[in-house]
C-alpha cells in the first residue's frame, strides 16, 4: 500500500545513538523470539498474538519503558502493544517483561506511522498513550512534531467508538497545539473542558517528579473517540 503523500514526511522518531547494555542486549536476545513481533505491512490480529479477548492498547515511543511496565503490571486484564524505535530501550522493557513476569505486553521495533498504516485495523484500539514525546522546542522544528492533524486522524481511526487517545507533555506550548490539534478533529471529543488531570493509571517518572518538584507544569489530555 502506498502512503498517502502527507504522511511520507511523518516519523514518530529520531534515531539516535545508544549503547546496549549486557542485561539488554541478553534480553534482546533470549525475549525477543517471544515478545517482540516482527513489522509486517499486514494487519495484526491482536487477538492471536495474546492468544485472549481483552482491551488492547497501543503506547507509541515508550523509551526506556518504565511507564510501560509498571502500566501492564498494574492492569494485567489489559494487553499493550509497545512501539519504540530504540534498541536499548527496547532491551530495557524486555527485562522489565521478564522480571514483572508480564505476558500481556508485546513490542514492535518499528517506526509508528508504519504500524498504525498498515499493521493495525481500524476500529481495533480501546486505547492510545503518547507519553512525552520529543517536543521539538525550537519553532523552526515544530514542523517535525508528532502530533499533527493527519497523524490524529489516522490514530482515531484505529480508536473503538469510546476508546481513549491520552497524551502527556511537560512543553507548555506543545500541550496548547496538541490541544488545538485534538479539539479540531472531529473523530474526537475531549473528556475535560481543556486538559485532564492526571490518570491514576500513568505513574509518575522520576524526570516528571524533579520538574514537579521545580515547579515545572505537566499537561495530559485525554480524548475518547465519538
Same mark, same amino acid.
Given at each position: 500500500?502506498?502512503?498517502?503523500?502527507?504522511?511520507?514526511?511523518?516519523?514518530?522518531?529520531?534515531?539516535? =545513538?545508544?549503547?546496549?547494555?549486557?542485561?539488554?542486549?541478553? =534480553?534482546? =536476545?533470549?525475549?525477543?523470539?517471544?515478545?517482540?513481533?516482527?513489522?509486517?505491512?499486514?494487519?495484526?490480529?491482536?487477538?492471536?498474538?495474546?492468544?485472549?479477548?481483552?482491551?488492547?492498547?497501543?503506547?507509541?515511543?515508550?523509551?526506556?519503558?518504565?511507564?510501560?511496565?509498571?502500566?501492564?503490571?498494574?492492569?494485567?486484564?489489559?494487553?499493550?502493544?509497545?512501539?519504540?524505535?530504540?534498541?536499548?530501550?527496547?532491551?530495557?522493557?524486555?527485562?522489565?517483561?521478564?522480571?514483572?513476569?508480564?505476558?500481556?505486553?508485546?513490542?514492535?521495533?518499528?517506526?509508528?506511522?508504519?504500524?498504525?498504516?498498515?499493521?493495525?485495523?481500524?476500529?481495533?484500539?480501546?486505547?492510545?498513550?503518547?507519553?512525552?514525546?520529543?517536543?521539538?522546542?525550537?519553532?523552526?522544528?515544530?514542523?517535525?512534531?508528532?502530533?499533527?492533524?493527519?497523524?490524529?486522524?489516522?490514530?482515531?481511526?484505529?480508536?473503538?467508538?469510546?476508546?481513549?487517545?491520552?497524551? =502527556?507533555?511537560?512543553?507548555?506550548?506543545?500541550?496548547?497545539?496538541?490541544?488545538?490539534?485534538?479539539?479540531?478533529?472531529?473523530?474526537?471529543?475531549?473528556?475535560?473542558?481543556?486538559?485532564?488531570?492526571?490518570?491514576?493509571?500513568?505513574?509518575?517518572?522520576?524526570?516528571?517528579?524533579?520538574?514537579?518538584?521545580?515547579?515545572?507544569?505537566?499537561?495530559?489530555?485525554?480524548?475518547?473517540?465519538?
Amino acid at each position: 500500500m502506498t502512503e498517502p503523500p502527507h504522511q511520507r514526511s511523518i516519523r514518530s522518531f529520531v534515531l539516535r =545513538a545508544g549503547r546496549m547494555g549486557s542485561g539488554q542486549a541478553r =534480553a534482546l =536476545a533470549e525475549l525477543g523470539p517471544r515478545f517482540l513481533l516482527p513489522y509486517q505491512p499486514a494487519p495484526l490480529d491482536l487477538e492471536t498474538v495474546f492468544g485472549r479477548q481483552a482491551p488492547k492498547v497501543v503506547e507509541i515511543g515508550f523509551g526506556m519503558g518504565h511507564a510501560t511496565a509498571a502500566i501492564a503490571e498494574a492492569q494485567r486484564e489489559t494487553d499493550y502493544l509497545g512501539l519504540e524505535v530504540h534498541q536499548p530501550g527496547v532491551g530495557a522493557l524486555l527485562k522489565r517483561i521478564e522480571e514483572l513476569g508480564l505476558d500481556n505486553l508485546r513490542i514492535v521495533q518499528h517506526d509508528a506511522v508504519e504500524v498504525f498504516n498498515h499493521m493495525l485495523l481500524d476500529a481495533s484500539l480501546d486505547g492510545i498513550h503518547i507519553f512525552f514525546p520529543d517536543p521539538w522546542h525550537k519553532k523552526r522544528h515544530h514542523k517535525r512534531r508528532l502530533i499533527q492533524p493527519a497523524f490524529v486522524a489516522l490514530l482515531a481511526r484505529k480508536l473503538k467508538p469510546g476508546g481513549y487517545l491520552h497524551l =502527556a507533555t511537560d512543553w507548555e506550548d506543545y500541550a496548547r497545539q496538541m490541544l488545538e490539534v485534538l479539539s479540531a478533529e472531529p473523530q474526537l471529543a475531549n473528556t475535560a473542558d481543556t486538559f485532564a488531570p492526571r490518570p491514576e493509571y500513568r505513574p509518575l517518572t522520576k524526570f516528571e517528579q524533579r520538574g514537579l518538584r521545580l515547579g515545572h507544569g505537566v499537561w495530559d489530555l485525554v480524548f475518547r473517540r465519538r
